[in-house]
């Protein structure tokens, strides 16, 4: 049998495909969104972007701004019972009303 691969990536077939209308380049206005301290938002993973992307697990949770550190942000948010921050830069986040 061939070893299974154990990627940061794996099993996300579906997650990380975008449909066919959304397809191409992101806008540039997603990844110059700010965000305040407080400020409540979600994670929506871009596929086509790598950088500052948090794990697949945490993709469609909702959570509240932390910190800004850099061009990130730092986020709180609930993984079953536990609260967890990820570090996460603005083109995977939306903001929440």
């Known amino acids: 049998m061939v070893k299974a691969s154990k990627g940061g990536r794996r099993r996300t077939r579906n997650v990380l495909r975008r449909r066919a209308r959304e397809r191409g380049l992101s806008p540039i206005t997603r990844a110059l969104q700010k965000f305040a301290v ?3 938002a979600s994670v929506n993973l871009d596929p ?3 950088r500052g992307q948090p794990h697949v697990r945490f993709q469609g949770r909702t959570g509240v701004v932390a910190a800004a ?3 990130a942000y730092v986020l709180d948010v609930l993984d079953g019972c536990k609260r967890k921050q990820i570090i996460v830069r603005p083109e995977h ?3 929440m009303p």
Do not use: A
Request: no cysteine.
């Open 69 to 71: 550190r850099g061009k």
């Open 38 to 40: 407080g400020e409540r």
């Open 48 to 50: 086509s972007e790598h």
């Open 93 to 95: 986040l939306r903001k």
